[in-house]
């Protein structure tokens, strides 16, 4: 973490990097280094990714530029899917896990959300293989809305008692996926995804929370400097000391740490 500023807040752990390109670099070696701590361990490692735009350069660096990844001993998960989404749609994240992630390192299992199956069912067979497969690292974003996958305000909920759920898609949420190109418009993105809880995401062993660029600066000053409250579910991400949370300049901006 060699020019990272650090920071404690309440029991997490944030690092404040020069750069998007720096912080990729520093959590991909981070999450390296969990990983195979984890297979020298126990013989496997089970890993949860996010998807969108704010994880390419941790992701690509993860995959591409971090010796020694241990990936034929990796169970790779990822935490949502728009309900109605197949496995080969353009904006669907089965298919940016497997394109950036899964056929290119071969890990030992690869399992995902089906957004075609009947989505009670599906969400009771994702929950059974993640408790089969307890997480040791969860690799999570922050939405514009403050939303941890697709906990969005209105569905949030820090004592879940299910473990992955069908939940109904905010305005923020469908606005902040075409502002990032997957979608055309509102009206294009699903009204309803399913999505790995906040408990079960923050069961994890440890929690690597990557959160780069400058439209994240009000969600991040939300989340570590406002109440502790569903309203900005990143929040509660500031309660558990196994949470490393990794900024750039312009996603810690409104901190005014510098």
């Known amino acids: 973490m060699v020019g990272a500023q650090q920071r404690t807040v309440e029991r997490l752990s944030a690092r404040v990097h020069r750069d998007g390109m720096a912080l990729g670099r520093a959590a991909a070696d981070e999450a390296a280094a969990i990983v195979a701590d984890a297979v020298a361990v126990r013989g496997v490692a089970s890993v949860m990714f996010a998807t969108g735009n704010s994880q390419v350069d941790f992701v690509e660096a993860l995959v591409t530029a971090t010796p020694g990844v241990p990936w034929a001993d990796v169970v790779v998960f990822h935490m949502d899917e728009y309900e109605g989404v197949g496995p080969d749609h353009p904006a669907g994240f089965q298919r940016w896990i497997r394109e950036r992630i899964s056929d290119r390192t071969r890990p030992r299992e690869a399992h995902y959300i089906d957004g075609l199956a009947e989505p009670g069912a599906e969400c009771r067979r994702y929950a059974a293989l993640l408790g089969a497969h307890p997480l040791d690292l969860c690799c999570l974003g922050i939405g514009e809305n403050g939303h941890l996958a697709f906990n969005d305000p209105p569905v949030a909920d820090f004592d879940d008692p299910e473990d992955v759920k069908v939940v109904e898609l905010d305005r923020a949420c469908r606005r902040q996926q075409v502002n990032e190109g997957h979608f055309p418009d ?28 400058e439209r994240k600066a009000e969600p991040v000053r939300a989340a570590l400097t406002g109440p502790l409250s569903t309203a900005c579910p990143a929040s509660v991400l500031r309660t558990r000391d196994n949470v490393t949370l990794h900024l750039d300049q312009g996603s810690a901006s409104l901190l005014g740490w510098s």
Do not use: H, S
């Open 186 to 213: 509102e009206e294009a993105v699903p009204r309803r995804a399913l999505t790995v809880t906040i408990p079960a995401l923050l069961r994890a062993r440890r929690v690597l929370a990557i959160v780069p660029e």
